[in-house]
């Protein structure tokens, strides 16, 4: 009898434990679980890490597949989770994978080389039993759409391109203009603006610190045949009309004219929620993957929208003259430093010994010293935290207060050089040699901070 009990509950618990496992396994379909696999891959002597995502429940099932390329910047799969998700939901295979750290820099990258990294994931997802192999492509966001048409050029693998918040434009001239509105959008106008966009920029570049600055996309462009959907939303980094106009006309000219264009109000550049393209919501913009899976479905359907507003057009940034070359500049600031900081110092040392005052080494190039000092390591600190951030701090009216203070100590030092080269001048008959070696060099120094300060804007309004 105790046998039969035992029997009798070990099949209640069975049946139980059966029933709530497809419970579970029923919620986990209803809710829409995705299946997530690790995976590795090598491109280049690099091994990638990535994660495939795919649709709950389709075993056995072939599904398109889609391989995300990321933005700018030392970018991880977990950036782009939004993405992935609501893909899987619309049917996608997904690979999406950390960028690689080897040869990825501020200061150096190849676009080359990140399309390569692409094409080794499609050949992965080539390789999988759950996905189409007709359907490959690739999505590209931001610096993205630079790397997929090279990646899609070299491969028939690809069979289609996606594009978001794509530039037709090169990466310093997109920068420039990118970093222009974000300083209007914080309220900044005067001289600040084209000191940070157009000028620390070009300096940027040509100095090495803005990888690929002067890549041009539309070669690359020209080459693709896949069908292309490019898509924007009110887009403050890449510029949305010119870079519409520009893709669109570099694929023509190649041949290619399954292109479709679709533009989303009240998103941001990665096309998430935003009500003023700045700032960005957690969502992804409504009916943004909906476009894309119908559109992978039938690629022959064109649905091309308007042009939207574009309030600027960005502006091709010239090369710095030689005179003005970043080893020029960096040579002269350096030498400015050291003049106004060694004056300082030996009057430091004077004053210590309490020896008096040569003529002519007064009070004037003392301050001419201190403010010059002052001007140029306060610049260079500011500049490069509103270059890093876009942020410019407290602000005055339209104008940032530490712009405003970095002015001031701009037009303090070129009246105290004016003074100290009167009173020079004055009593230059009674002046000692080595007095006059010192005032020298500020002098020097004196008339290489002048046409620097207009160079920078901090001599301009």
């Known amino acids: 009898m105790r046998a039969w009990w035992a029997v009798c509950l070990t099949a209640v618990l069975a049946v139980w434990a059966t029933a709530s496992g497809v419970a579970v ?53 977990a950036k782009y989770r939004a993405e992935v998700r609501a893909m899987a939901r619309a049917g996608f295979v997904v690979l999406s994978y950390d960028k690689r750290t080897a040869g990825y820099s501020l200061t150096r990258r190849s676009y080359a080389q990140l399309a390569g990294d692409a094409l080794a994931g499609v050949r992965l997802l080539h390789g999988r039993a759950d996905v189409d192999p007709r359907k490959v492509g690739l999505w590209g966001f931001s610096e993205g759409g630079w790397v997929v048409p090279l990646a899609a050029s070299r ?34 106008a005067g001289s600040l603006l084209g000191t940070v966009s157009v000028t620390g920029t070009r300096f940027l570049a040509d100095a090495g610190l803005l990888a690929e600055a002067d890549y041009d996309p539309l070669p690359a462009l020209r080459r693709v045949h896949q069908p292309v959907l490019a898509l924007w939303g009110e887009d403050r980094k890449s510029p949305p009309a010119e870079s519409a106009v520009a893709i669109e006309e570099a694929l023509g000219e190649g041949g290619n004219t399954d292109v479709t264009l679709r533009f989303f109000p009240y998103a941001d550049h990665k096309l998430h929620t935003s009500s003023d393209g700045f700032q960005r919501g957690e969502q992804l913009v409504p009916g943004y993957v909906d476009t894309m899976a119908a559109w992978v479905a039938g690629h022959g359907h064109r649905m091309n929208d308007a042009l939207p507003h574009q309030v600027r057009r960005s ?40 020896r008096p005052c040569a003529p002519g080494a007064g009070w004037a190039p003392r301050w001419l010293a201190a403010a010059g000092l002052a001007t140029l390591l306060c610049f260079l600190g500011y500049f490069a935290f509103v270059a890093m951030t876009l942020t410019p701090g407290p602000m005055l009216g339209n104008r940032p207060v530490l712009w405003l203070i970095l002015q001031l100590l701009t037009a303090a030092t070129a009246l105290t050089a004016v003074a100290t080269g009167v009173n020079w001048w004055r009593v230059r008959a009674s002046v000692p040699g080595r007095t006059n070696a010192r005032l020298g060099l500020l002098g020097l120094t004196s008339a290489l901070f002048l046409p620097w300060a207009l160079f920078w804007g901090l001599a301009t309004p």
Request: net charge neutral.
């Open 155 to 188: 491969s028939a693998q690809v069979s289609y391109v996606v594009l978001v918040g794509a530039s037709g434009v090169s990466p310093a001239r997109q920068s420039a203009w990118s970093a222009e509105n974000s300083l209007r959008h914080e309220g900044v």
């Open 315 to 354: 502006h091709a940034l010239a090369p710095l003259p030689e005179y003005q070359a970043p080893a020029v500049q960096t040579a002269a600031f350096v030498l400015m430093v050291v003049s106004f900081a060694a004056y300082l110092l030996g009057e430091l040392v004077r004053s210590l010994r309490r």
């Open 25 to 77: 396994a029923a919620d986990s379909a209803r809710a829409g679980q995705d299946v997530e696999q690790s995976v590795e891959f090598r491109s280049g002597g690099v091994t990638l890490h990535g994660t495939v995502t795919a649709p709950a429940g389709t075993a056995g099932v072939r599904r398109p597949g889609v391989v995300l390329v990321h933005g700018a910047g030392p970018e991880t799969r």
